[in-house]
Each structure stands twice: as C-alpha cells, then as structure tokens.
C-alpha cells in the first residue's frame, strides 16, 4: 500500500481534540450494593469504596461512557443463603456534570428473583432531579460464571460485533511538552515523544457506506497486536 494511501487511513482513525488543561471525570455514579459493577469503558472500574460500603461510586468522563453490570440479591430462608444474578448488562448514555445511581427492583424471595431478574426494570437516574437518563441497553450472556471472572473479554467481542449498545475507542496523539523539552538536545531529526489518549465514541452514528464507520469496524475487528501496531505507526506520521 502507497505511504499516501497510509497516511490517509491514518489520519480518518484521529479523532481532533480541543483540550484545556488535564481532563476530569465530571460524572459521579453511585453503586448501589446489589450491583456489580464489571467493565466501564472496556477497563475494569476504579470503584471509591469497599465492596461492604453502601456509599460506593465511580467517577467517568464527561459524554459518553459504557458499563457492563449485573444485578444480585441475597436470600435467606430456614439458615440457608441463596444468591440470584441477573445476566450480564451492558448499556451506553451520555452525561456531562452529572451525579447519577441505579434504580433497581427489591424482589420479595429467590423464587421471585428467579422468575423475574433476567428481564428486570431498571433505570440510571439523575439523583438531582430523580429522572431517568436515556440509554442504549443490551444483555451478554457469558459462558458459565466463575467467582472474580473477568468480563472484559466477553465486553470486547460483543463491541467488535457492533451490538446496539456498542463502542469503540480513538487514539488521539498529543504532544509530551516535558518529553519534547528533554529531548531537546538530541539531533534536530529525531521525533518528539507522544503520549496517547483514549477516548469512547459511539460505534452507530458513523453511516453504513461511509469510509470512516468502514475503518471503525476494521479497527474493532483487529486483534490486540494489530491495534497496538497501528498505533504505534500513527505516532510515526505525526
């Protein structure tokens, strides 16, 4: 393929970004104990709190954020303990300067649990004006549940497949100021260093035919090693 062409492809994966100082998470979501919560933006969650803490929350980026949870109750009955999960939930919204937190059911026992949990009602609501938020859900069914699996795999494959309530990441190179002072005496040749940033975006809006939701979905079918070697040649073209 032509460098031309390279450089092309290249630049439609950068996404241009207006940035003011060092970003912060702006979106609080507080963690009711019957949710776990499992991946929120295809990482594993900075949860402020112990797992025993009702005060539980995790703090996210301005725009739009993905998180994938499942919804448990406890159960006791004649000194037996029973524990019911929902399936794997994974949702988008988009929120700026908001503090959030789960609406759920509180089922009576088990056996309603049962009945009712894998198609249970829920909302993420804004706790100032006790409203829903818009969301865009979807359920994954993960084969067989070990205690502390890691669901970030089953959250990835589900994004390269582009389900409804999927997303993507951009790269976006930005310039090390530090770095580029230090390298300062080295030959006028050589290549600042980068930092890359990473950024959520939705996989939908972008249209069927267009070239840039073409290279969105060849991106999110790449594996780990093709992602990570392209972007190491986007910093080269910088």
């Known amino acids: 393929m032509a460098i031309s062409s390279l450089k092309?492809?290249?630049?439609?994966?950068?996404?241009?970004?207006?940035?003011?100082?060092?970003?912060?998470?702006?979106?609080?979501?507080?963690?009711?104990?019957?949710?776990?919560?499992h991946v929120v933006n295809m990482e594993k969650p900075e949860i402020q709190g112990s797992i025993f803490d009702a005060n539980r929350s995790v703090e996210l980026?301005?725009?739009?954020?993905?998180?994938?949870?499942?919804?448990?109750?406890?159960?006791?009955?004649?000194d037996k303990a029973k524990?019911?999960?929902?399936?794997?939930?994974?949702?988008?919204?988009?929120?700026?300067?908001?503090?959030?937190t789960f609406r759920v059911p509180d089922y009576r026992n088990a056996r309603e649990a049962e009945e009712g949990i894998n198609d249970f009602?829920?909302?993420?609501?804004?706790?100032?004006?006790?409203?829903?938020?818009?969301?865009?859900?979807?359920?994954?069914s993960p084969k067989g549940f070990v205690l502390g699996q890691n669901f970030s795999d089953e959250v990835e494959s589900y994004n390269k497949k582009g389900g409804k309530a999927a997303v993507g990441l951009t790269y976006v190179t930005i310039a090390n100021p530090a770095a580029n002072m230090a390298a300062a005496p080295q030959a006028a040749s050589a290549r600042p260093?980068?930092?890359?940033?990473?950024?959520?975006?939705?996989?939908?809006?972008?249209?069927q035919g267009s070239v840039l939701g073409g290279l969105q979905r060849l991106y999110l079918q790449a594996s780990k090693e093709e992602r990570k070697a392209f972007r190491k040649w986007m910093i080269d073209q910088e």
């Open 8 to 37: 092309n492809i290249g630049s439609a994966f950068v996404v241009s970004l207006m940035l003011s100082g060092v970003a912060h998470a702006a979106v609080t979501v507080n963690i009711p104990e019957e949710i776990d919560l």
């Open 61 to 78: 980026p301005d725009g739009l954020n993905q998180i994938a949870f499942r919804y448990s109750q406890n159960f006791v009955k004649r």
């Open 83 to 100: 524990k019911v999960y929902s399936e794997l939930i994974i949702f988008k919204f988009e929120a700026s300067d908001k503090k959030l």
């Open 121 to 140: 009602n829920w909302a993420l609501v804004d706790i100032e004006t006790n409203q829903a938020i818009k969301t865009v859900s979807d359920k994954i």
């Open 193 to 207: 260093a980068a930092a890359i940033s990473t950024q959520i975006v939705d996989t939908q809006p972008a249209p």
